[in-house]
């Protein structure tokens, strides 16, 4: 066995002794992995802050490498199928955007607890269901906005927070939502029509589909393709429903409670209301009894409440979303803005 191949299987041996150590923990080796290299790499947020730039540097390298691959070795094999634009317009056009939308939304921070406008802070109500008024956070120690959210990673709340995407070490949020999309467009773009173009000339010229560095492309390029567009696809669905990924498990998880029959609501006004849950240990017939217990929807309410003239929320359609402006592009225009 080559020392290659020695030090492969070792690494292998490692990454499955990480991943095993969770649930071995109690024992010998694995209790080892568990306390020295899992928690600090996946438990505790504060250590080894280099582990962040891992899966960023995994994708520059993957991208360089498919560049490499086509300028270097599958260019020459494809040029005389291709038009002169694509190879000195459309294409460097096409890689350029996907590398420059990508490091903005790399260095570019969202809004957040330390770093914001003043309009950001009360751009949006709050509906009372998933953000509540006077709410502080526990960790930044100050009030958190309608639509915010706390990223321990960043350790700071971040406005409009959607997720912190590992591919960019960074926060997808209030003033970067742009470059992320545009980032997210690109790569479908250039993955779609390598992939597509690829195609095209191996069915017009079979023999290039023996030819190594013209496979590889074509397997990248649709790989990376299909990845790219259901990633995109599902983020530009939450858009269209006028919600973050953030929010989107909120609204499953009020949605599990209104199927369970325990979600209930209270007028306060004549367009507002105020939103509960029954208590877990009591049955569902207590609703609207005198010793029915009800907690807010709120996490950081833990206050046992006793209600009047509640009603019982049984469809979707009557909770409703105050940040759906009604349309996809109302939607996006206004978290972009």
């Known amino acids: 066995m ?3 191949n020695y030090f492969f299987a070792l690494i292998i041996l490692q990454v499955v002794l990480l991943l095993l150590s969770p649930r071995f923990r109690r024992f010998g080796i694995f209790l080892f992995y568990y306390k020295n290299v899992y928690q600090p790499l996946f438990k505790d947020y504060s250590k080894y802050k280099w582990k962040y730039y891992l899966v960023p540097m995994l994708y520059l390298s993957l991208y360089l ?20 634009v694509e190879n000195l317009l459309l294409l460097p056009t096409m890689l350029a955007v996907t590398l420059f939308s990508g490091i903005m939304t790399m260095i570019t921070q969202p809004e957040n607890s330390q770093r914001h406008q003043f309009s950001s802070l009360n751009q949006y109500k709050f509906n009372n269901i998933l953000y509540y008024r006077n709410t502080i956070c526990r960790t930044c120690k100050v009030e958190k906005p309608a639509r915010s959210k706390h990223c321990n990673i960043c350790n700071t709340c971040v406005y409009v927070n ?6 960019m070490n960074n926060c997808i949020g209030k ?5 992320f999309y ?7 773009t ?21 030819k190594r560095p013209v496979l590889t492309m074509l397997i990248l390029t649709g790989t990376f393709s299909i990845i790219v567009s259901t990633f995109t696809y599902l983020q530009l669905s939450q858009m269209n429903d006028g919600m973050t990924t953030n929010e989107k498990d909120k609204w499953f998880t009020i949605q599990e409670f209104m199927r369970e029959g325990r979600l209930i609501k209270v007028k306060i006004s004549k367009d507002e209301y105020s939103w509960f849950l029954l208590d877990p240990d009591m049955d569902l017939a207590c609703i609207n009894s005198p010793e029915a217990k009800y907690y807010s929807t709120n996490g950081y ?12 929320v049984e469809s979707a359609e009557d909770i409703p979303n105050i940040y759906d402006l009604g349309s996809f592009w109302e939607n996006i225009k206004d978290i972009c803005s």
């Open 65 to 84: 490498y498919m560049m490499y691959l086509y300028y270097y070795n599958a260019m020459h094999l494809l040029k005389d199928n291709l038009y002169l």
């Open 182 to 188: 545009a980032f997210l467009m690109a790569n479908c």
């Open 2 to 4: 080559s020392l290659f």
């Open 190 to 210: 250039v993955t779609t029509y390598g992939f597509i173009r690829n195609l095209s000339i191996v069915i017009g010229s079979r023999e290039l589909i023996s």
């Open 162 to 167: 959607d997720h912190h995407c590992v591919w």
């Open 175 to 179: 003033g970067n939502y742009r470059y």
């Open 301 to 312: 309410d833990h206050t046992i409440y006793t209600l009047q003239n509640v009603e019982k």
